[in-house]
Nanobody, 116 residues
């Protein structure tokens, strides 16, 4: 089992920045890809960014050039630096972790609200 705890959400004005963190605990040696997803009520959860244990990254088109995902393998933590935030970035952001056995784990979610 892997537990994920997110932090860093909040309210920010358009153009501002926020940094999300997600700390993993439990069987962290099994972790492979970690990432962030977001969900707006009534919509499906969508990919924001992922990062492999080796550091390869993948971003959704709407956040490319504004968001940066990073990972500290020694601390089993993944970060999402969000710059130039827009009102359409408002959502609940979820941390995700996949293991080498293709198990998937989710954090509890953290609210990000961008005011115009």
């Amino acid at each position: 089992q892997v537990q994920l705890v997110e932090s860093g959400g909040g309210l920010v004005q358009a153009g501002g920045s926020l940094r999300l963190s997600c700390a993993a605990s439990g069987r962290t040696s099994l972790l492979n890809v970690m990432g962030w997803y977001r969900q707006v009520p009534g919509n499906q959860r969508e990919l924001v960014a992922t990062i492999t244990k080796g550091g390869s990254t993948n971003y959704a088109d709407p956040v490319k050039g504004r968001f940066t995902i990073a990972r500290d393998n020694a601390k089993n933590t993944v970060f999402l630096q969000m710059n130039s935030l827009k009102p359409e970035d408002t959502a609940v952001y979820y941390c995700n972790a996949d293991t080498y056995f293709r198990d998937t784990y989710w954090g509890q979610g953290t609210q990000v609200t961008v005011s115009s």
